[in-house]
T-cell receptor
């Protein structure tokens, strides 16, 4: 399973875009990049995932580099409620033995 | 549609006791996986159950066990509790349609276990 690397913490001003990077240089061809976030004392919540192409949904955008060795999660207009720990993980199919790092703790400041 | 339900939400036990945690997946989901989360370690995979069978297991001692019932509800059991077992225990459910399908996980709010 691909191991991912993320910065431990980031700050963002409310209303600005938050860009969270993730390195996954050992990702396999069939592994998707998933992003989840965890607000204090709750379970992780799915945000978005992608394989090769950039993806966008109502929560965020995902930019994956052409060589697939890194990606960036973009929260276009961060709010205080986006303060959470963001996890980037890579997995394929039914694999549940996932390697979760410590994620990036994002603080959105007023 | 109801989300993943974990009970109890909080639990306090003493060393040497055993504990059983419950997880009810989203209706129609057949896969339940369990994770242990501690502040310094992040989420660690415990095991996954699908169709009442354990499909995968993490690197935890035999004191950690689980099972799944025919209605897909799952329980995990920890025997002879140790102080280091204090953690947030999370379960996640998914459809698990086929090995080729990539699926997102839906997590419950977890059970916070404190061992004194």
């Amino acid at each position: 399973d691909a191991k991912t690397t993320q910065p431990p913490s980031m700050d963002c001003a409310e209303g600005r875009a938050a860009n969270l990077p993730c390195n996954h240089s050992t990702i396999s061809g069939n592994e998707y990049v998933y992003w989840y976030r965890q607000i204090h004392s709750q379970g992780p919540q799915y945000i978005i995932h992608g394989l090769k192409n950039n993806e966008t949904n109502e929560m965020a955008s995902l930019i994956i580099t052409e060589d697939r060795k890194s990606s960036t999660l973009i929260l276009p207009h961060a709010t205080l409620r986006d303060t959470a720990v963001y996890y980037c993980i890579a997995y394929a199919g039914n694999n549940r033995k996932l390697i979760w790092g410590l994620g990036t703790s994002l603080a959105v400041n007023p | 549609k109801a989300g993943v339900t974990q009970t109890p939400r909080y639990l306090i036990k003493t060393r040497g006791q055993q504990v059983t945690l419950s997880c009810s997946p989203i209706s129609g989901h057949r896969s339940v996986s369990w994770y242990q989360q501690t502040p310094g370690q992040g989420l660690q995979f415990l095991f996954e159950y699908f169709s009442e069978t354990q499909r995968n297991k993490g690197n935890f001692p035999g004191r950690f066990s689980g099972r799944q019932f025919s209605n897909s509800r799952s329980e995990m059991n920890v025997s002879t509790l140790e102080l280091g077992d204090s953690a947030l225990y999370l379960c996640a459910s998914s459809l698990r349609m086929s090995s080729a399908t990539n699926e997102k996980l839906f997590f419950g709010s977890g059970t916070q276990l404190s061992v004194l």
